[in-house]
């Protein structure tokens, strides 16, 4: 049980000592501004009570990351050209945080579709105090190296 503590810490500290911030990546005015899908999965009821947490405070954060990055959050756009998947699962004081970036993939031999995670980062912890603010920052570590990550991908020009 000790190890199990032990362990879960360590991960714990691993999550809130990130290598550096990431500094948002300025897209040129002659790049057009690129939309992203953004799916937020369902809260437990009772860990969302006591974290005072919703899927629209944790959607309002992911969106206002991706705006600093000037990537446009949509519910919109086709399902085809990816989505940015969160998800975040609470019990007690310990939580995970997963962020994922899904796309479609057509199988041409078998006329049938599968989604596949291009892009996925996330971590566990605990917090005894259920400091929402503990999640809102990793969310917004990983919107933002997903943003940057993103960007470098698909630049489109104006």
């Known amino acids: 049980m000790i190890n199990r503590i032990l362990y879960?810490?360590?991960?714990?500290?691993?999550?809130?000592?990130?290598?550096?911030?990431?500094?948002?990546?300025?897209?040129p005015s002659r790049y057009a501004p690129q939309r992203?899908?953004?799916?937020?999965?369902?809260?437990?009821?009772?860990?969302?009570?006591?974290?005072?947490?919703?899927?629209?405070?944790?959607?309002?954060k992911i969106e206002q990351t991706l705006m600093r990055f000037s990537l446009e959050p949509?519910?919109?756009?086709p399902f085809?050209?990816?989505?940015?998947?969160?998800?975040?699962?609470l019990v007690g004081p310990s939580y995970t945080v997963r962020l994922e970036y899904k796309r479609r993939f057509w199988i041409d031999e078998q006329k049938e579709n599968v989604t596949a995670s291009v892009w996925q980062?996330?971590?566990?912890?605990?917090?005894?105090?259920y400091n929402n603010q503990t999640?809102?920052?990793?969310l917004t570590e990983y919107v933002e190296q997903f943003s940057t990550e993103y960007i470098k991908q698909n630049r489109r020009k104006q």
Do not use: H
């Open 8 to 27: 879960f810490l360590a991960i714990f500290q691993l999550c809130l000592t990130s290598a550096e911030a990431v500094e948002p990546l300025k897209m």
């Open 36 to 60: 992203v899908e953004v799916i937020v999965e369902s809260l437990p009821i009772e860990g969302s009570q006591k974290w005072s947490l919703s899927e629209r405070s944790i959607q309002s």
């Open 74 to 77: 949509s519910s919109s756009e």
């Open 80 to 89: 085809d050209k990816g989505y940015l998947y969160a998800n975040v699962n």
């Open 121 to 129: 980062i996330g971590c566990l912890g605990i917090d005894p105090d």
């Open 135 to 138: 999640i809102y920052k990793a």
